[in-house]
């Protein structure tokens, strides 16, 4: 009975095996083809660029030639339809003629046909801004805007020069040191950092493609200068964003640090100064900014202009009011800024003039002074309050800020340059 028994099992177990042997490889060979022929359609989608299938046509990269206009480019590129027509129709709302320049870069997209028939003209107006001009059946144009991608980023770097040259030194983006200079102007003398001074920051650095276009927003920072280490958060009060420390104090004080960016002090405030023109040893009530001619001056607060003229002695200047104890004047200046006169009224950072060598000057700078209650002092020693802090209604939401911020910022791996995206 066995013997009868034993061939049927036998074959029925392997029956099952072979069944599921090949059901299985069926099931794995069938898989496989299924993704890749889920897959080969996106694979076949076109690429795209400004809009337009980049693959499907000849695409050739110009510059715009010295006196060459827009009507010269489209008859050039032998396109049919009434050029003429189509260039008086374009009004300055559509396309203004005006924006094109020379050295301004243009692409042409040609079909892949016998003769190459043009398609698409693209003109570039900035890394960001394009107009793409339809050169089929019938012309028209519209703008296209490439998306601007914002990447995360944590940088470093340790003063051994000069923050800018450290910057590039680093591999950084030199912008950020006007972005850091700008948000640190009330609270560290730029024009004063040693040696070993460092900082971190954390902000927004911004690409179209793979290129960056510059900085956007910086969203927290710590600078070390002399031993302290100052914070600022980005946070926005009132709808309008400001830097605060890590307790909630606004970093914007009532005056800059300095009237200018990126100089170096040639002359401090002194009781008995050699005056480089007139050969005698006197006072010097100010402070001197050495800098090229031309290099714009900003009004350290806010206040009215009470004068403005030429003086013999401090060539062109200008004097302002900030309130009933602080007055500053500016001399020297090779021109003044558009709109500065006397009663005009002016905000903290208004470019007020532009630093020259008139009057009693051997080279270019600002001769910059601070007057309190009428009487001469020393614009370095000046010791500003802030404005508001944060408010109390907003002081949770403040800390919230802080303590997601102090985690990047302080627990960052030391180094030159680190960045991540951002979630």
Known sequence: MLKKILPVLVLSVLTVFLVDYFIGTAHIKLYIPSQVQKAVPEENQPILEYGIPVDSFLVTEYTVRRNQTLGKILYGLNIGGNVNNFLLSLTPDVFDVKKVRAGARYKVFARKDSVQTPAYLVYEVSPVEYFVFNLTDSLYVYPFRKDIVPVRKISEAEIKTSLWADMKANGLN???????????????????????????????????????????????????HRGEKFYAFRFEQDSVASYWDEKGNSLRKSFLKAPLRFSRISSRFSGSRFHPVLKIYRPHSGVDYAAPEGTPVMALGDGVVIAKGYDNAAGNYVKIRHNSVYTTGYNHFSRFAKGIAKGVRVKQGDIIGYVGRTGYATGPHLD???????????????????????????????????AEFTVHLDSAVSGGYIHYAAQ
């Open 174 to 224: 030199p912008m950020l040191a006007l972005e850091l200079s700008d948000i640190y102007a009330w609270t560290i003398d730029f024009f004063g950092l040693q040696k070993d001074d460092r900082f971190r920051v954390l902000y927004d650095e911004l690409y179209v493609d793979s290129t960056s276009i510059g900085i956007g927003a910086i969203h927290a920072a710590w600078f070390e």
């Open 368 to 402: 910059m002074r601070v007057w309190m209650n009428g009487a001469p002092v020393d614009p370095l020693k000046i010791k500003s309050p802030p404005v508001e802090p944060v408010k109390p209604e907003n002081m949770e939401t403040f800390r919230n800020v802080v």
